[in-house]
């Protein structure tokens, strides 16, 4: 739960991204647990994290567009001891507008990790690592 109603749908969408990269990195056989940038912490899946961190401007990016379209907005949260919280009937538009902005990049997304994959099983020095970048 956060503060303010936009860092409540930041977490929304880096849940979403999260969820389908840690599935990506699954389907390759990588044990998501183990992290390179973040350690290893009871339960988390720090390759995961270590993934995601460039992926966040597509979040980031679509949520300052939602508010300036006006698709996200203070009043479609409820605030429940000073938390943020998005009523269910609210949660279809959020759910849209931001896999819209992850499937819009889903390939991107997809080849990143691939490289990752390909990177790692060579052994390559982190140097010749792939790269995401978000284009603005």
Not at 27 to 43: E, I, R
Not at 44 to 67: T, W, Y
Not at 105 to 134: G, S, T
Request: charged share 25%.
């Amino acid at each position: 739960m956060k503060s303010d109603y936009i860092n409540a749908t930041l977490d929304m969408g880096y849940s979403m991204l999260f969820q389908i990269v840690d599935a990506i990195l699954r389907t390759y056989g990588f044990d998501t647990y183990c992290g390179v940038l973040h350690t290893d912490f009871y339960m988390r899946k720090s390759l995961v994290c270590d993934l995601i961190e460039p992926m966040r401007p597509i979040i980031d990016l679509q949520i300052r567009k939602s508010i300036n379209l006006g698709q996200c907005k203070e009043e479609d949260f409820e605030v429940y001891n000073y938390k943020y919280q998005l009523p269910w009937k609210n949660s279809p538009k959020y759910v849209a507008f931001l896999m819209e902005a992850i499937i819009d990049r889903k390939d991107e997304i997809f080849l990143y990790v691939q490289q990752y994959y390909r990177a790692f099983m060579r052994n390559k020095p982190y140097n010749e690592f792939p790269k995401f970048e978000v284009q603005v």
